[in-house]
Protein backbone atom coordinates (compact mmCIF):
# COMPACT_ATOMS: atom_id res chain seq x y z
CA UNK A 1 0.00 0.00 0.00
CA UNK A 2 1.91 3.41 -0.75
CA UNK A 3 1.24 5.69 1.65
CA UNK A 4 1.24 9.89 1.45
CA UNK A 5 0.37 13.10 3.34
CA UNK A 6 -1.56 15.66 1.94
CA UNK A 7 -2.40 19.17 3.44
CA UNK A 8 -5.52 20.73 3.42
CA UNK A 9 -7.84 23.15 5.07
CA UNK A 10 -11.58 23.20 6.29
CA UNK A 11 -14.18 26.02 7.62
CA UNK A 12 -17.25 26.18 9.06
CA UNK A 13 -18.72 30.18 8.07
CA UNK A 14 -21.28 31.02 10.84
CA UNK A 15 -24.12 33.45 10.30
CA UNK A 16 -27.16 33.61 12.90
CA UNK A 17 -26.66 30.63 14.71
CA UNK A 18 -26.08 28.64 11.48
CA UNK A 19 -22.99 26.52 9.93
CA UNK A 20 -22.37 26.30 5.82
CA UNK A 21 -22.56 22.70 5.52
CA UNK A 22 -21.69 21.19 2.08
CA UNK A 23 -23.39 18.01 1.22
CA UNK A 24 -21.08 16.03 -0.77
CA UNK A 25 -23.27 14.51 -3.35
CA UNK A 26 -21.53 15.28 -6.59
CA UNK A 27 -18.39 13.11 -7.44
CA UNK A 28 -18.82 9.28 -7.88
CA UNK A 29 -15.44 8.38 -5.98
CA UNK A 30 -15.16 10.98 -3.42
CA UNK A 31 -14.36 9.86 0.31
CA UNK A 32 -16.55 12.57 1.45
CA UNK A 33 -19.39 11.10 -0.52
CA UNK A 34 -22.99 11.54 1.16
CA UNK A 35 -21.44 13.24 3.71
CA UNK A 36 -21.70 17.12 5.47
CA UNK A 37 -18.54 18.61 6.10
CA UNK A 38 -17.43 22.51 5.96
CA UNK A 39 -15.88 24.25 2.80
CA UNK A 40 -12.30 24.03 1.86
CA UNK A 41 -9.55 21.59 0.45
CA UNK A 42 -6.03 20.77 -0.41
CA UNK A 43 -2.96 23.14 0.03
CA UNK A 44 -1.25 24.16 -3.49
CA UNK A 45 2.25 25.07 -3.70
CA UNK A 46 3.65 27.85 -1.66
CA UNK A 47 0.66 28.83 0.24
CA UNK A 48 0.00 29.17 3.71
CA UNK A 49 -3.21 27.76 5.63
CA UNK A 50 -4.70 31.29 5.67
CA UNK A 51 -4.12 31.65 1.86
CA UNK A 52 -5.46 28.31 1.03
CA UNK A 53 -8.40 28.71 3.08
CA UNK A 54 -9.22 32.26 1.30
CA UNK A 55 -8.99 30.94 -1.85
CA UNK A 56 -11.07 27.38 -1.04
CA UNK A 57 -13.84 29.41 0.16
CA UNK A 58 -14.07 31.75 -2.26
CA UNK A 59 -13.75 29.19 -5.07
CA UNK A 60 -16.32 27.29 -3.36
CA UNK A 61 -18.95 29.59 -1.91
CA UNK A 62 -18.40 32.70 -3.97
CA UNK A 63 -17.88 34.67 -0.75
CA UNK A 64 -14.44 36.50 1.00
CA UNK A 65 -13.78 36.29 4.36
CA UNK A 66 -12.90 39.14 6.45
CA UNK A 67 -12.76 37.72 9.68
CA UNK A 68 -11.88 34.02 10.49
CA UNK A 69 -9.83 32.22 13.18
CA UNK A 70 -8.06 29.36 13.34
CA UNK A 71 -9.29 26.44 15.55
CA UNK A 72 -7.07 23.91 15.48
CA UNK A 73 -4.97 21.37 13.78
CA UNK A 74 -6.86 17.91 12.45
CA UNK A 75 -4.60 14.79 11.92
CA UNK A 76 -6.33 12.31 9.53
CA UNK A 77 -4.76 9.01 9.76
CA UNK A 78 -7.37 7.31 6.98
CA UNK A 79 -6.15 3.62 7.16
CA UNK A 80 -5.32 3.04 3.53
CA UNK A 81 -2.42 4.93 3.15
CA UNK A 82 -3.63 8.50 3.52
CA UNK A 83 -2.35 10.81 6.17
CA UNK A 84 -4.37 14.16 6.19
CA UNK A 85 -3.60 17.62 7.84
CA UNK A 86 -6.08 19.85 8.11
CA UNK A 87 -6.16 23.17 9.51
CA UNK A 88 -9.40 23.91 10.77
CA UNK A 89 -11.05 27.51 10.61
CA UNK A 90 -14.06 29.16 11.86
CA UNK A 91 -15.38 32.40 10.29
CA UNK A 92 -17.86 34.65 11.17
CA UNK A 93 -17.66 37.85 8.41
CA UNK A 94 -17.50 37.63 4.70
CA UNK A 95 -18.47 39.75 1.56
CA UNK A 96 -20.01 38.64 -1.90
CA UNK A 97 -22.91 36.83 -3.14
CA UNK A 98 -22.80 32.71 -2.63
CA UNK A 99 -22.38 30.61 -6.15
CA UNK A 100 -23.77 26.88 -6.60
CA UNK A 101 -20.69 24.78 -5.40
CA UNK A 102 -19.37 21.88 -8.14
CA UNK A 103 -18.82 19.63 -5.30
CA UNK A 104 -22.20 19.48 -3.76
CA UNK A 105 -25.09 21.06 -1.86
CA UNK A 106 -24.34 24.40 0.35
CA UNK A 107 -26.78 24.77 2.84
CA UNK A 108 -27.23 27.31 6.29
CA UNK A 109 -27.90 24.74 8.58
CA UNK A 110 -28.63 25.28 12.76
CA UNK A 111 -26.17 24.52 14.70
CA UNK A 112 -27.42 22.21 16.86
CA UNK A 113 -29.40 20.32 13.65
CA UNK A 114 -25.57 19.59 12.62
CA UNK A 115 -25.51 16.92 14.66
CA UNK A 116 -28.38 14.91 13.27
CA UNK A 117 -26.81 15.21 9.74
CA UNK A 118 -24.42 12.11 8.50
CA UNK A 119 -21.40 13.26 9.45
CA UNK A 120 -17.57 11.83 10.49
CA UNK A 121 -17.31 10.18 14.24
CA UNK A 122 -14.39 12.50 13.90
CA UNK A 123 -15.69 15.24 12.78
CA UNK A 124 -18.36 15.46 15.76
CA UNK A 125 -15.35 15.11 18.20
CA UNK A 126 -14.23 18.43 16.48
CA UNK A 127 -17.63 20.12 16.44
CA UNK A 128 -18.06 19.29 20.07
CA UNK A 129 -14.58 20.95 20.83
CA UNK A 130 -15.69 23.98 18.85
CA UNK A 131 -19.09 24.44 20.74
CA UNK A 132 -17.51 24.05 24.22
CA UNK A 133 -15.21 27.24 22.91
CA UNK A 134 -11.92 24.84 23.58
CA UNK A 135 -8.78 26.84 22.47
CA UNK A 136 -6.40 25.73 19.76
CA UNK A 137 -5.97 22.04 19.86
CA UNK A 138 -4.62 19.16 17.94
CA UNK A 139 -6.58 16.44 17.56
CA UNK A 140 -5.83 13.09 15.87
CA UNK A 141 -8.32 10.81 14.14
CA UNK A 142 -7.44 7.20 13.10
CA UNK A 143 -9.79 5.35 10.77
CA UNK A 144 -9.61 1.56 10.15
CA UNK A 145 -9.95 1.99 5.98
CA UNK A 146 -13.51 1.42 6.21
CA UNK A 147 -14.77 4.36 7.94
CA UNK A 148 -15.26 2.98 11.51
CA UNK A 149 -12.71 5.34 14.09
CA UNK A 150 -10.22 2.98 16.13
CA UNK A 151 -8.58 5.97 17.67
CA UNK A 152 -8.65 9.39 18.58
CA UNK A 153 -5.98 11.80 20.57
CA UNK A 154 -6.62 15.43 21.77
CA UNK A 155 -3.52 17.58 22.48
CA UNK A 156 -1.77 14.20 22.42
CA UNK A 157 -3.95 12.11 24.77
CA UNK A 158 -5.95 9.42 23.84
CA UNK A 159 -9.82 9.87 24.15
CA UNK A 160 -12.29 7.26 25.21
CA UNK A 161 -13.83 5.32 21.98
CA UNK A 162 -17.12 3.50 22.89
CA UNK A 163 -18.98 0.84 20.69
CA UNK A 164 -22.58 2.48 19.85
CA UNK A 165 -25.42 0.24 21.26
CA UNK A 166 -29.23 -0.35 20.04
CA UNK A 167 -32.13 -0.47 21.38
CA UNK A 168 -31.78 -3.97 22.41
CA UNK A 169 -28.44 -3.82 23.64
CA UNK A 170 -26.28 -4.97 20.26
CA UNK A 171 -23.76 -3.36 18.61
CA UNK A 172 -24.03 -1.12 15.71
CA UNK A 173 -20.97 -0.98 14.28
CA UNK A 174 -20.25 2.13 14.47
CA UNK A 175 -17.60 3.37 17.50
CA UNK A 176 -18.22 7.03 19.17
CA UNK A 177 -16.06 9.47 21.56
CA UNK A 178 -16.90 9.19 24.92
CA UNK A 179 -18.07 13.09 25.16
CA UNK A 180 -19.92 12.59 21.79
CA UNK A 181 -21.62 9.54 23.18
CA UNK A 182 -22.92 11.76 25.97
CA UNK A 183 -22.91 14.86 23.78
CA UNK A 184 -25.80 12.84 21.66
CA UNK A 185 -27.30 10.37 24.30
CA UNK A 186 -26.56 7.06 22.39
CA UNK A 187 -26.06 3.91 23.85
CA UNK A 188 -23.06 2.16 24.86
CA UNK A 189 -21.75 0.12 27.36
CA UNK A 190 -20.70 -0.44 31.24
CA UNK A 191 -19.86 -2.63 33.32
CA UNK A 192 -20.95 -2.28 37.62
CA UNK A 193 -19.49 -3.87 40.14
CA UNK A 194 -20.69 -4.20 44.16
CA UNK A 195 -18.14 -5.43 46.78
CA UNK A 196 -20.19 -6.81 49.34
CA UNK A 197 -19.52 -8.37 52.58
CA UNK A 198 -21.64 -10.31 55.43
CA UNK A 199 -21.43 -9.82 58.88
CA UNK A 200 -21.22 -12.73 61.46
CA UNK A 201 -24.44 -11.22 62.34
CA UNK A 202 -25.92 -11.58 58.85
CA UNK A 203 -25.94 -8.24 57.47
CA UNK A 204 -24.88 -7.06 54.29
CA UNK A 205 -22.32 -4.28 54.12
CA UNK A 206 -21.29 -2.72 50.89
CA UNK A 207 -18.16 -1.20 49.78
CA UNK A 208 -19.16 2.55 48.54
CA UNK A 209 -16.65 4.78 46.78
CA UNK A 210 -16.75 8.96 46.60
CA UNK A 211 -16.61 10.20 43.16
CA UNK A 212 -13.46 12.30 42.73
CA UNK A 213 -14.45 15.86 42.59
CA UNK A 214 -12.73 16.50 39.67
CA UNK A 215 -15.30 13.98 37.79
CA UNK A 216 -17.46 14.99 34.81
CA UNK A 217 -20.49 13.47 36.65
CA UNK A 218 -21.85 13.44 39.65
CA UNK A 219 -18.89 14.88 41.09
CA UNK A 220 -17.93 14.43 44.79
CA UNK A 221 -21.37 11.39 45.31
CA UNK A 222 -20.93 8.15 46.89
CA UNK A 223 -21.43 5.57 44.26
CA UNK A 224 -21.28 2.00 43.18
CA UNK A 225 -17.80 0.08 44.52
CA UNK A 226 -16.54 0.24 40.89
CA UNK A 227 -17.65 1.16 37.50
CA UNK A 228 -16.51 1.97 34.18
CA UNK A 229 -17.26 2.12 30.32
CA UNK A 230 -16.54 -0.66 28.22
CA UNK A 231 -13.62 0.08 26.02
CA UNK A 232 -14.32 -0.51 22.23
CA UNK A 233 -13.50 -3.73 21.09
CA UNK A 234 -14.11 -4.99 25.13
CA UNK A 235 -16.24 -6.87 27.20
CA UNK A 236 -18.28 -6.44 30.28
CA UNK A 237 -16.57 -8.49 32.12
CA UNK A 238 -13.08 -7.86 31.32
CA UNK A 239 -13.96 -4.05 31.70
CA UNK A 240 -15.38 -4.93 35.89
CA UNK A 241 -11.76 -6.87 35.91
CA UNK A 242 -9.75 -3.74 34.92
CA UNK A 243 -11.71 -1.26 36.77
CA UNK A 244 -11.92 -2.72 39.99
CA UNK A 245 -7.82 -3.16 39.20
CA UNK A 246 -7.48 0.78 38.13
CA UNK A 247 -9.93 2.39 40.87
CA UNK A 248 -9.06 0.50 43.98
CA UNK A 249 -5.57 -1.57 43.21
CA UNK A 250 -7.90 -4.82 43.66
CA UNK A 251 -6.98 -7.87 41.88
CA UNK A 252 -9.43 -10.23 40.98
CA UNK A 253 -9.94 -13.42 38.52
CA UNK A 254 -13.04 -13.12 35.98
CA UNK A 255 -14.28 -16.24 38.08
CA UNK A 256 -14.77 -14.42 41.06
CA UNK A 257 -17.64 -12.32 39.86
CA UNK A 258 -21.14 -13.13 39.86
CA UNK A 259 -23.27 -11.72 37.10
CA UNK A 260 -25.85 -9.79 39.15
CA UNK A 261 -28.43 -9.15 35.55
CA UNK A 262 -28.37 -6.25 32.30
CA UNK A 263 -30.07 -2.98 32.91
CA UNK A 264 -30.46 -0.33 30.84
CA UNK A 265 -30.02 3.05 31.88
CA UNK A 266 -31.59 6.33 29.85
CA UNK A 267 -31.12 9.58 32.12
CA UNK A 268 -30.79 13.62 30.78
CA UNK A 269 -29.04 15.77 33.14
CA UNK A 270 -27.01 18.82 32.76
CA UNK A 271 -23.53 19.35 34.54
CA UNK A 272 -21.14 22.30 34.82
CA UNK A 273 -23.70 24.40 32.32
CA UNK A 274 -23.33 20.94 29.81
CA UNK A 275 -25.99 18.76 28.74
CA UNK A 276 -25.62 15.43 29.88
CA UNK A 277 -27.60 12.17 28.61
CA UNK A 278 -26.48 9.53 29.74
CA UNK A 279 -27.96 5.80 28.13
CA UNK A 280 -26.04 3.10 28.70
CA UNK A 281 -26.58 -1.06 28.67
CA UNK A 282 -24.57 -1.92 31.98
CA UNK A 283 -24.03 -5.14 33.33
CA UNK A 284 -23.91 -5.90 36.90
CA UNK A 285 -21.62 -7.80 39.30
CA UNK A 286 -21.19 -9.18 42.77
CA UNK A 287 -17.50 -8.99 44.40
CA UNK A 288 -17.88 -11.06 47.46
CA UNK A 289 -13.82 -11.93 48.45
CA UNK A 290 -12.42 -10.03 51.27
CA UNK A 291 -11.05 -6.58 50.87
CA UNK A 292 -9.62 -4.27 53.60
CA UNK A 293 -9.84 -0.69 52.42
CA UNK A 294 -6.55 0.36 54.07
CA UNK A 295 -5.01 -2.35 51.58
CA UNK A 296 -6.81 -0.75 48.64
CA UNK A 297 -5.35 1.70 46.36
CA UNK A 298 -7.03 4.51 45.15
CA UNK A 299 -7.35 6.04 41.86
CA UNK A 300 -6.57 9.71 42.87
CA UNK A 301 -8.47 11.13 39.51
CA UNK A 302 -11.10 8.68 40.14
CA UNK A 303 -12.36 8.33 43.79
CA UNK A 304 -11.50 10.44 46.97
CA UNK A 305 -12.33 7.76 49.22
CA UNK A 306 -14.13 3.99 49.83
CA UNK A 307 -16.27 3.42 53.23
CA UNK A 308 -18.01 0.45 54.10
CA UNK A 309 -22.01 1.22 54.72
CA UNK A 310 -25.05 -1.35 55.95
CA UNK A 311 -27.34 -2.05 52.81
CA UNK A 312 -30.32 -1.23 54.37
CA UNK A 313 -29.14 2.38 55.39
CA UNK A 314 -27.43 2.95 52.25
CA UNK A 315 -31.29 1.79 50.38
CA UNK A 316 -32.66 4.25 53.15
CA UNK A 317 -30.17 6.93 51.93
CA UNK A 318 -31.03 6.22 47.90
CA UNK A 319 -35.00 5.78 48.51
CA UNK A 320 -34.71 9.48 49.45
CA UNK A 321 -32.71 10.85 47.08
CA UNK A 322 -30.18 11.94 49.04
CA UNK A 323 -27.69 14.30 47.08
CA UNK A 324 -24.53 12.47 48.83
CA UNK A 325 -25.11 9.91 46.79
CA UNK A 326 -25.73 8.99 42.68
CA UNK A 327 -27.06 5.29 43.04
CA UNK A 328 -29.73 4.12 40.69
CA UNK A 329 -32.47 2.19 42.92
CA UNK A 330 -33.41 -0.08 40.74
CA UNK A 331 -29.82 -1.23 40.14
CA UNK A 332 -29.62 -1.12 43.96
CA UNK A 333 -33.04 -3.46 44.40
CA UNK A 334 -31.94 -5.55 41.32
CA UNK A 335 -28.40 -6.17 44.09
CA UNK A 336 -30.81 -6.85 47.28
CA UNK A 337 -32.74 -9.27 45.51
CA UNK A 338 -29.91 -11.01 44.29
CA UNK A 339 -28.66 -11.32 47.72
CA UNK A 340 -31.74 -12.28 49.06
CA UNK A 341 -32.74 -9.19 51.31
CA UNK A 342 -35.56 -7.88 49.60
Known sequence: MESRNEMSTLCYLEREGQYLMLHRTVKKHDVNKDKWIGVGGHFEPGESPEECLLREV????????????????VTFVSGDGV???????TADGFTGEPISCDEGVLEWVPVEKVWSLNLWEGDKIFFRLLEEREPFFSLKLEYDGHGKLVRADLNGCPLELFDELQEDGSRSGAVMERGVAHREGRYHPTAHTWIVQQTPEGRYLVLL?????????????YDISSAGHVNAGDGYLETAVRELKEELGLAVAPEDLEEVGLR????????????????????????????????????????EEVIWMDYEEVLRAVEDRSASNCINEEEFLMLGKYLGIL
Open 58 to 73: KEETGYTLTSFRFRGL
Open 264 to 303: RVNMETEFYGKPFRDREWSRVYLYRGPVEIGALTLQETEV
Open 83 to 89: TEYMSLF
Open 209 to 221: QKRSAGKDSYPGC
